[in-house]
């Protein structure tokens, strides 16, 4: 029996490795865990306490000699991202001075959508109300990313 409980023991490892280097959808991993686990509840259930132990350190050295293969091999730096995104996804300094001023609704806000300020689209949100395109808005708030419109209204002289 003990060479089965081995061998589900390295497939189990070896399944548990694949997941980790190949994208996919946890197939590998899920298979791995329970080969993992068949094998070394056997090795308690049959050999005891000692023997569960001793494959328990077993595994684990195991699969730390497979990643400093894999890393020695070039394949850990095959599969795993380096790059970092250095940049902000937005400016925020085009978001300076943006409150007070007005704009024209391009879209509906419902209450999110597109305003045209000084000739430049922000998406903006409302205070929660639908306003219509083409209607006049005020910027009242700009936190972080999120601008805040009102819809305005003249006054009349």
Known sequence: ??????????????????????????IFGVLGIISLLSATIMAAKIYGTLVFLIMLAALILLFFILLMISKKSGLYNKVVLHDRQEYTDFDEAKFVGLIGKIGTAQSTLRP???????????????????????????????SGKTVTV???IEAIK
């Open 1 to 26: 029996m003990l060479p089965w409980i081995s061998v589900l023991a390295v497939l189990g490892v070896i399944l548990v490795f694949a997941e980790m280097l190949i994208p996919g959808f946890g």
């Open 112 to 142: 999110y959508g597109v305003v045209e300020i000084d000739g430049e689209n922000f998406d903006v949100s409302s205070l929660g109300d639908f306003i219509d395109k083409g209607k006049k808005v005020k910027v009242v708030q700009v």
């Open 150 to 152: 009102k819809e305005w």
